[in-house]
């Protein structure tokens, strides 16, 4: 089969737990503030991938007013076993400091796509669990522990404990079986079991430049576990000439054939270092020495395509371009800054071929914003939009976002002014900084529907309005799209931008604005 170019899930689809079910695969990414949790992607060839499922959909499964930027949902871990899916999530309250206030949930489902269960509560104790189904039937969860207190590693190590799912809770001691290696910041644990060996993948290094995977091994699942010769199995570091930097955290996965491969997170970055698609997931050959998983290709450092086992092809139908608001439902790749996307948000059959939004709290609120977004999967791509809007006071805005987080975005939104019933402003964000790059709103008193564009190409971004959808004028100078990073995040990110609508009405009065369509388009 031809070689497949890495990553295979681009633009913000970090800490991908992978596995196959039959001829199906499926990767569960990261979501963190982004409603609803955790996205699911479906493949039958490892080449094209599509997303399928997010299975926190409910306030009572997982609810984010008030989580921090790069809060929510971390490493989700997803497993197949006795006929259902079974996903380990972490929610992260908050990050700041020395502590980390996190809870780790379990939920199940018969099929990818649901219903999935009400969640069981696990522990507390750290962050990215996940589960693991062992051959004698017993289940085990397995997490990295916090540890707050000072002169202490935070990264605390790998702790195990076995899970009864008669019971739905956690039984039995606690093990340690893992303090990490030489590597440090230890985290993101996985175990498999290989010929009679027990194996513990982790990530390690953190999760930028000098990020790794790591593997160990033991012949009993409590250990003591030896690392790999010649560890880490993984890494780009030391090497900024790679394309695919910040390689690390990832999973296993046996193909029907008997060889295996790795999935795992990597980034990108700019010339500048910033990586504006966020982390990524690509794929590795594996193969198995003297005991060991390696990679295929020989050394550690990650490979810029894939080379997967004979699988036919199967393709998805592409999604267009262009969403005309026509269907019942906004499609899968669409998500909302820490709320549903429910009645209080938006209505697709008010006024139907459009998407009302109603005016909620302002685009810093971490509580209930009206935004809708999908990701910015490819380094040059233009979004557009048209809005109509009739603001009745200054305190109502609406219009189109480049939206990293509440610290960090641009927005070309509508308003009302003294000097004009309906002008356009833009606004941006830097590490929670907001500045006004145009001095005085373009009125647009006369213009009932007025046409949105934003166009982001690498480390530029640039803003356009028209009146007529054909003729664009260009609204204040070029600007940095570089300021939407991981790297030049507060104090520091792990999502990636994204493209969409918003509407703010900080009146209270809920006041709506009608969008007619939005086009996203990947320019190369």
Not at 351 to 371: A, D, K, T
Not at 483 to 498: K, R, S, V, Y
Request: net charge negative.
């Amino acid at each position: 089969m031809t070689a497949i170019p890495n990553p295979v899930l681009k633009g913000f689809n970090p800490d991908p737990s992978i596995v196959r079910v039959g001829e199906d695969y499926y990767v569960a990414t990261s979501t963190f503030e982004w409603y609803p949790g955790v996205q699911v992607s479906h493949s039958r060839d490892l080449a094209n991938w599509r997303v399928v499922a997010r299975p926190l959909s409910r306030y009572s499964q997982l609810d984010l007013r008030g989580r921090p930027n790069s809060g929510g949902v971390w490493a989700p871990a997803l497993s197949h076993a006795d006929g259902l899916f079974h996903l380990i999530y972490t929610d992260v309250r908050g990050w700041a400091g020395s502590f980390k206030d996190v809870r780790n949930f379990l939920v199940t489902a018969p099929a990818i796509e649901g219903p999935w269960s009400e969640p069981v509560h696990l522990n507390n104790s750290g962050f990215d669990p996940s589960l693991f189904h062992d051959e004698d039937g017993r289940k085990w969860l397995v997490n990295m522990v916090w540890d707050h207190r000072p002169g202490h590693d935070p990264f605390g190590g790998i702790l195990l404990q076995e899970y009864d799912p008669a019971a739905q809770r956690l039984v039995g001691p606690v093990h340690e079986i893992f303090r990490g290696s030489p590597l440090g910041l230890v985290e993101g644990p996985h175990l498999y079991k290989v010929d009679g060996w027990y194996y513990l993948l982790v990530a390690e290094g953190g999760t930028f430049a000098t990020h790794a995977a790591t593997v160990a091994r033991s012949r009993r699942i409590e250990g003591p576990y030896e690392v790999m010769p010649g560890n880490p199995l993984l890494t780009s570091a030391h090497d900024p000439s790679l394309r695919l930097q910040s390689a690390g955290h990832g999973s296993l996965v046996q193909h029907r054939d008997g060889s295996w491969s790795l999935a795992h997170l990597c980034r990108r970055p700019l010339r500048n270092g910033r990586s504006i698609l966020g982390r990524e997931t690509a794929l590795q050959a594996i193969v198995w020495e003297d005991g060991w998983p390696r990679l295929a290709h020989g050394g550690r450092a990650p490979a810029d395509a894939f080379h997967p086992p004979a699988l036919p092809p199967h393709p998805w139908p592409q999604a267009p371009a262009r969403e005309d608001f026509d269907a019942p439902a906004l499609p899968l790749h669409w998500q909302a800054p820490r709320v549903a996307m429910d009645d209080a948000m938006l209505s697709l059959s008010a006024r139907p071929g459009f998407l009302r939004l109603y005016g909620r709290e302002s685009i810093v609120s971490n509580f209930e914003q009206s935004l809708v977004a999908r990701r910015q999967q490819a380094f040059h791509v233009e979004a557009s939009t048209c809005v109509e809007f009739s603001p009745r006071t200054f305190q109502q805005m609406a219009g189109l976002v480049a939206f990293y987080s509440t610290d960090s975005f641009y927005y070309l939104f509508l308003t009302r002014a003294p000097h004009s019933a309906r002008c356009l402003g833009l606004m941006r964000c830097e590490r929670g900084q907001i500045s006004y790059p145009v001095e005085k709103e373009y009125p647009l008193d006369d213009c009932e529907r007025v046409h949105l564009k934003l166009e982001i190409d690498r480390d530029r971004i640039r803003f356009f309005h028209s009146r007529d959808g054909e003729t664009w004028t260009a609204v204040a100078w070029e600007q940095d799209a570089s300021i939407l990073a991981d790297e030049h995040a507060m104090p520091c990110g792990f999502t990636g931008n994204f493209v969409g609508i918003a509407c703010q009405d900080l009146a209270g009065t809920r006041h709506h604005a009608d969008f007619d369509w939005f086009e996203y388009r990947e320019l190369d």
